[in-house]
């Protein structure tokens, strides 16, 4: 049964990068024709797409985080990450981490809590 | 990009009822590419229904989506007590994909 956990630091501050990584468990991040992706929902808000991996390594994000956002993936480790530049306190969220395939994301980790502050 | 309105915000209802989702979005979806999700704290989101209507894998056919263009409904029939949760929906055919804010199904 495939499964996903996000990790990374719960704490980032101001202006710094927020990295967070998504271990796959239960099957590999090389199948085709799934992408991998991160979403993130801050407190009292609704989900906003980060972006999107593909094995190969093409990726898609939202542009309106695509100046800051790098999604990469580590296939020897089966996880990807996200990288979130220069955040600032509207970078306070709940970071998921998502397998993507036909537009919907069908499988999601529990999510984890990353707040901006000083 | 497409803005997703979801109503009621809350819905309060008891186990055995109904429940009827409004999924509003502020231009036609494609092909009807929209997903609806079931969130609940400390859980994995998960997805009920994609293009529309189509249920996911292991969802009981207590839910059912509808609706093209610009207006979705997703029904759950007969709530059970694990169905009191957030439900959203999302929107694929055009990026940037995105979410409604969602609909609080509580206990009433």
């Known amino acids: 049964q495939l499964q996903l956990q996000e990790s990374g630091p719960g704490l980032v501050k101001p202006s710094e990068t927020l990295s967070l990584t998504c271990t796959v468990s239960?099957?590999?991040?090389?199948?085709?024709?799934?992408?991998w992706g991160w979403i993130r929902q801050p407190p009292g808000k609704g989900l906003e797409w980060i972006g999107i991996?593909?094995?190969?390594?093409?990726?898609y994000y939202n542009p309106s985080l695509k100046s800051r956002v790098t999604i990469s993936l580590d296939t020897s480790k089966n996880q990807f990450s996200l990288k979130l530049s220069s955040v600032t306190a509207a970078d306070t969220a709940l970071y998921y981490c998502?397998?993507?395939?036909?537009?919907?994301?069908?499988?999601w980790g529990r999510g984890t809590l990353v707040t901006v502050s000083s | 990009e497409i803005v997703l309105t979801q109503s009621p915000g809350t819905l309060s209802l008891s186990p055995g009822e109904s429940a009827t989702l409004s999924c509003r979005a502020s231009?036609?979806?494609?092909?009807?590419?929209l997903a609806w999700y079931q969130q609940k704290p400390g859980q994995a989101p998960r997805l009920l229904i994609y293009?529309?209507?189509s249920r996911a894998t292991g969802i009981p056919d207590r839910f059912s989506g509808s609706g093209s263009g610009t207006d979705f409904t997703l029904t759950i029939s007969r709530l059970e007590p694990e169905d009191f949760a957030v439900y959203c929906c999302?929107?694929?055919?055009?990026?940037?994909?995105?979410f409604g804010p969602g609909t609080k199904v509580d206990i009433k």
């Open positions: 999302q929107q694929y055919g055009i990026s940037p994909f995105t």
């Open positions: 991996i593909y094995y190969s390594g093409s990726t």
């Open positions: 231009q036609s979806v494609s092909s009807s590419y």
């Open positions: 998502a397998r993507y395939g036909g537009g919907y994301f069908d499988l």
């Open positions: 293009g529309a209507s």
């Open positions: 239960g099957g590999s991040i090389t199948s085709s024709p799934y992408y």
